[in-house]
């Protein structure tokens, strides 16, 4: 059973840059047709997709966030990482770690099947 | 950017009811379209890929259709623990997006 669990500071102060893990258990990041992803939801909000890093190296952002964000996977730890720069307010949301599968061969046949149960971002100073 | 619109924003049902959601897309997606359960304080679930694909262990009462630019995700005879909100997803852009959700209450 492929387990994910985010870990990170739950409070970062404006300007400064988000940092989160997400520990894979029960599969490895580097094998399989998987993009790793985050997604996150403002408090009383809906879904928005940050990005994903696919199983070989390839990364696709939010244009909307691209200038902020890098993603990366650790092979050794069996983790990936998020890191969002010069965050406001407006970031405080709760970030999910999340396995997207691909269920065909075109790059847009993606399905996020696992979730983290999600970790907490206050952005205050 | 693609704009997903789901509707209605909320609804009341009560158990045994048949319920339908829409998600209207503002350009064809062809069939690439997920929907997803979310509960309260718990990560969002996978119901249904590809319009119409059932997500191994979701109950038979689930079901999605539709193609191009309309997709209805329907229960056919709600049951308590159905009470959540859901969001459809499209990912034939490359700028993965989500639908507003839609909030299922107890009537």
């Known amino acids: 059973q492929v387990q994910l669990q985010e870990s990170g500071p739950g409070l970062v102060k404006p300007s400064e840059t988000l940092s989160l893990t997400c520990t894979v258990s029960?599969?490895?990041?580097?094998?399989?047709?998987?993009?790793w992803s985050w997604i996150r939801q403002p408090p009383g909000k809906g879904l928005e997709w940050i990005g994903y890093?696919?199983?070989?190296?390839?990364?696709n952002y939010n244009p909307s966030l691209k200038s902020r964000v890098t993603i990366s996977v650790d092979t050794s730890k069996n983790q990936f990482s998020l890191k969002l720069s010069s965050v406001t307010a407006a970031d405080t949301a709760v970030y999910y770690c999340?396995?997207?599968?691909?269920?065909?061969?075109?790059?847009?046949?993606?399905?996020?099947?696992?979730w983290g149960q999600g970790t907490l971002v206050t952005v205050s100073s | 950017d693609i704009q997903m619109t789901q509707s209605p924003s909320s609804l009341s049902a009560s158990v045994g009811d048949r319920v339908t959601i829409t998600c209207r897309t503002s350009?064809?997606?062809?069939?690439?379209l997920n929907w997803y359960q979310q509960k309260p304080g718990k990560a969002p679930k996978l119901l249904i890929y590809?319009?119409?694909s059932l997500q191994s262990g979701v109950p038979s009462r689930f079901s999605g259709s539709g193609s191009g630019t309309d997709f209805t995700l329907t229960i056919s005879s709600l049951q308590p623990e159905d009470f959540a909100t859901y969001y459809c997803?499209?990912?034939?852009?490359?700028?993965?997006?989500f639908g507003g959700g839609t909030k299922v209450e107890i009537k």
């Open positions: 590809a319009a119409s």
């Open positions: 029960g599969g490895s990041v580097s094998s399989g047709s998987y993009y």
């Open positions: 999340a396995r997207g599968l691909g269920y065909c061969s075109g790059g847009n046949c993606l399905r996020f099947d696992y």
């Open positions: 350009q064809s997606i062809s069939i690439y």
């Open positions: 890093i696919y199983y070989s190296g390839s990364i």
């Open positions: 997803q499209q990912t034939y852009s490359i700028r993965l997006t």
